[in-house]
């Protein structure tokens, strides 16, 4: 454990990550995938199924924008054949604590591999600084371009297994089509002028974009940034402009900024309901990908579609 240690502290150079190009790590019975939360674990054990081993780096359920690498987690990922993360800073010091350890462990970042032209970039909070947004897989489409890069990565990794991972990666697409088609007609029963989501913060840009949702928020895409009397009363102009009727929550967030956005709203005569919560970093209790949007399209079309 003290070399481990030593090696943290002495290895301050970068590891370089060659974006979409499979890492070659060292042939295991079972390679062991470290993922960097449940939502990317969930992806890797739908490819991977029981061929691999996997961990996570994050509890579940908590927000990855606050994450930190403990001890524990150096030595998982240290003991580990390949690190799968989003990317986009997301998952916190994670990326910091990665570029610690440097190549002791192949990590790769799904972010980098999608086309540069899907990202959507925010504007920092008092800066003229813009960051990619790294909520991505809000939008299948998306999601299966991770999908083929990871099972390209594991399959590099195991020849022996790789027709299994290639299919189940079809498979897996074809999960992906079926719930963008349910999305798209679910999304029919909202009129348009209704199309509105507003959060906490920018988790569904992506969503938006593919769906065809105005989103709103009170801090973009990471949860670090103070929010302020002037964020909420700056969002409440906006939301009394386009007669706002419903906010949502988030299961990773507290509803504090939400309800006194609410609150605000109702001491200047405009009511608005929450329309329930929505997984915006969590998959939710014991759901898998295809579960949470599902829970998410429903819980936005119960909220916004006409009673």
Not at 151 to 161: F, K, P, W, Y
Not at 292 to 298: G, L, V, W
Request: neutral net charge; hydrophobic residues 40%.
């Amino acid at each position: 454990m003290k070399k481990i240690y030593l090696l943290v502290s002495i290895l301050i150079i970068g590891m370089v990550i060659t974006a979409c190009e499979p890492k070659t790590v060292k042939n295991k019975h079972k390679s062991v995938i470290m993922s960097s939360n449940e939502i990317i674990d969930d992806l890797v054990k739908s490819i991977g199924g029981n061929f691999i081993e996997t961990n996570i780096a994050m509890r579940k359920g908590n927000d990855p924008h606050s994450y930190t690498a403990t001890e524990k987690d150096i030595i998982r990922i240290t003991d580990s054949s390949l690190i799968i993360y989003n990317g986009g800073n997301l998952e916190g010091r994670l990326e910091w604590a990665l570029s610690k350890i440097g190549n002791i462990t192949p990590a790769v970042s799904i972010i980098d591999c999608l086309p540069k032209d899907k990202l959507i970039y925010d504007k920092e909070k008092d800066s003229d600084k813009r960051q990619v947004n790294p909520h991505f897989w809000h939008n299948p489409v998306l999601w299966k371009i991770a999908a083929n890069f990871i099972a390209d990565n594991l399959a590099s990794m195991n020849n022996v297994n790789q027709q299994i991972y290639f299919q189940n990666e079809e498979v897996l697409l074809y999960i992906l089509d079926r719930l963008n088609n349910y999305i798209k007609e679910q999304i029919k029963k909202i009129p348009i002028e209704k199309r509105i989501i507003v959060t906490e913060h920018n988790a569904f840009a992506y969503f938006g974009a593919a769906y065809g949702f105005e989103t709103y928020y009170l801090q973009g895409a990471a949860t670090s940034s103070e929010i302020t009397s002037a964020d909420i009363n700056n969002l409440a102009d906006i939301l009394i402009e386009k007669n706002v009727t419903t906010l949502f929550l988030e299961a990773t967030l507290p509803d504090k900024n939400i309800r006194l956005l609410q609150s605000t709203l109702k001491a200047r005569g405009h009511f608005v309901k929450i329309g329930g919560t929505l997984y915006s970093d969590t998959l939710g209790y014991n759901n898998n990908y295809e579960a949470m949007m599902r829970h998410n399209i429903d819980t936005i079309v119960d909220a916004l579609s006409p009673k």
